[in-house]
T-cell receptor, first 109, second 112 residues
C-alpha cells in the first residue's frame, strides 16, 4: 500500500525555526509537494520538489531525498499566522496526489 | 474572482437522501478533482477528470457519481447518504501536467 508519514503535531515558538518531516512509500513517485491548511480553510500549495535538494520560497524551504524516500518542510522566522496543518503529498502519477496524514503546527508566543 | 468555487458550503441532510455539490473553476485548467477530508483531516482523492473524461476513480462507493458537463465544471452527486459520508468535500483543479492543485473552499456535509 501507499503511505506518507508525518508527525501528527508540532509546537514551536514565534520567531523560531521548525522542520516537518515526511517519509513516503508509494508505488510511483514523481515529486513531493507541501500544502498548508488553516482550520476551516482549503489546502493551499506551498512548494514542490521534483528533484533532490532544497527549494526555497521566502520563509519556507522544502527538501527532498529520493534515495531516502524522505522530505521535509522548513519554516523560518515563525509567525503566529503559520499555525495550521501542513500536508506532504506525493505525486504518484499524472494528476494523482497522495496526501500524507498531516502535521498540526502550533506557534506559541 | 474565486478560482475554484463550490456550492453549497454547508449541507445538513438526513440519511437516505440524495444530494449534489457543484463545482466550477475559472482557471482554464483541464483537470478537476474531488477530494474527501474526514474528521481526522485525512485528505483522500475520490475522482479525477481530465477534459471531461474520468481519469482516476479511487475505491469509492458507487453511490457517489461525478458528472462533468464541460472541463470547467465537475459536480458530485451522492445517493442514499449514510452517516459515514459526513466529511468535508473539496473540489480542485490543475493543469494537465501541473503539480500544483488549487482547491475550492470545501463543502461541509453532515448526515444526520
Amino acid at each position: 500500500g501507499q503511505s506518507l508519514e508525518q508527525p501528527s503535531e508540532v509546537t514551536a515558538v514565534e520567531g523560531a525555526i521548525v522542520q516537518i518531516n515526511c517519509t513516503y512509500q508509494t508505488s510511483g513517485f514523481y515529486g513531493l509537494s507541501w500544502y498548508q491548511q488553516h482550520d476551516g480553510g482549503a489546502p493551499t500549495f506551498l512548494s514542490y520538489n521534483g528533484l533532490d535538494g532544497l527549494e526555497e520560497t521566502g520563509r519556507f524551504s522544502s527538501f527532498l531525498s529520493r534515495s531516502d524516500s524522505y522530505g521535509y518542510l522548513l519554516l523560518q522566522e515563525l509567525q503566529m499566522k503559520d499555525s495550521a496543518s501542513y500536508f506532504c503529498a506525493a505525486e504518484t502519477g499524472a494528476n494523482n496526489l497522495f496526501f500524507g496524514t498531516g502535521t498540526r503546527l502550533t506557534v506559541i508566543p | 474572482d474565486t478560482a475554484v468555487s463550490q456550492t453549497p458550503k454547508y449541507l445538513v441532510t438526513q440519511m437516505g437522501n440524495d444530494k449534489s455539490i457543484k463545482c466550477e473553476q475559472n482557471l482554464g485548467h483541464d483537470t478537476m478533482y474531488w477530494y474527501k477530508q474526514d474528521s481526522k483531516k485525512f485528505l483522500k482523492i475520490m475522482f479525477s477528470y481530465n477534459n471531461k473524461e474520468l481519469i482516476i476513480n479511487e475505491t469509492v462507493p458507487n453511490r457517489f457519481s461525478p458528472k462533468s458537463p464541460d472541463k470547467a465544471h465537475l459536480n458530485l452527486h451522492i445517493n442514499s447518504l449514510e452517516l459515514g459520508d459526513s466529511a468535508v468535500y473539496f473540489c480542485a483543479s490543475s493543469q494537465v501536467s501541473g503539480n500544483t492543485i488549487y482547491f475550492g473552499e470545501g463543502s461541509w456535509l453532515t448526515v444526520v
